[in-house]
Each structure stands twice: as structure tokens, then as C-alpha cells.
Nanobody
Framework: QVQVVESGGGLVQAGGSLRLSCAAS????????MGWYRQAPGKQRELVAT???????NYAGSVEGRFTISRDNVKNSVTLQMNSLKPEDTAVYYC???????????????WGQGTQVTVSS
């Protein structure tokens, strides 16, 4: 009953910007953490940024100062503003949310389908 959907990926030149959006919908009781992960071909999936329901944020060292995560608890959505993009940022970006549903008493990880971000040299 829960769905997580990302949008906003694309092809940009190095130094450019993109904004990724993610929204969760369905039978949601509460969400504690929402965040972004990314995975390049042949590489392990890695954390990019997270945001708690209380407003605290956490960033990977490689994106600190360039990316900004923002969250809207009412809309169950999160965005990632990506500035000064580098070729090494190229990856599929996945939205992640820890959600408690109305029928299950524990938080569970839900993932979006992924959106491609490609940064040219």
C-alpha cells in the first residue's frame, strides 16, 4: 500500500545543478527518516544524505557543501538540491524512507525505483 517515487534526474554538464524530488504515499502512519542513496554501475550503493522528522540532516563527506536535503513532513516528501555537480556524481539515485504503516507496528524500509543522474566532463 506504500509507494515511494523519485523524479528530477537527467543529463547535465560538470558544474551544473539538478533538483531531485521524492514523495511517499499510501497507508502511512509515520515516517522517521527519509534520504537519498546512489549506486554507480559495478559499485556498492552508498548513502548521500538523510533527514529526520525532527529536521536534523546528515551528508556524505563527498557531497557536503554542494548538496542540500529538504523535507516536508506534511506532504511526506523530500528534495535534494544538487549544485556544482561532478562526473563522479553520476549514478542512479534512490529515495529511501523508513515508514510505519497503519497495519504494521514497526518501521520498515521502502525504496523508490531510482532516477538516473549523468554528469558529463
Amino acid at each position: 500500500q506504500v509507494q515511494v517515487v523519485e523524479s528530477g534526474g537527467g543529463l547535465v554538464q560538470a558544474g551544473g545543478s539538478l533538483r531531485l524530488s521524492c514523495a511517499a504515499s499510501g497507508s502511512i502512519f509515520s515516517i522517521n527518516v527519509m534520504g537519498w542513496y546512489r549506486q554507480a554501475p559495478g559499485k556498492q550503493r552508498e548513502l548521500v544524505a538523510t533527514s529526520t522528522s525532527g529536521g536534523s540532516t546528515n551528508y556524505a563527506g563527498s557531497v557536503e557543501g554542494r548538496f542540500t536535503i529538504s523535507r516536508d513532513n506534511v506532504k511526506n516528501s523530500v528534495t535534494l538540491q544538487m549544485n556544482s555537480l561532478k562526473p563522479e556524481d553520476t549514478a542512479v539515485y534512490y529515495c529511501n524512507a523508513k515508514i510505519r504503516t497503519r497495519t504494521y507496528g514497526y518501521f520498515y524500509d521502502y525504496w523508490g525505483q531510482g532516477t538516473q543522474v549523468t554528469v558529463s566532463s
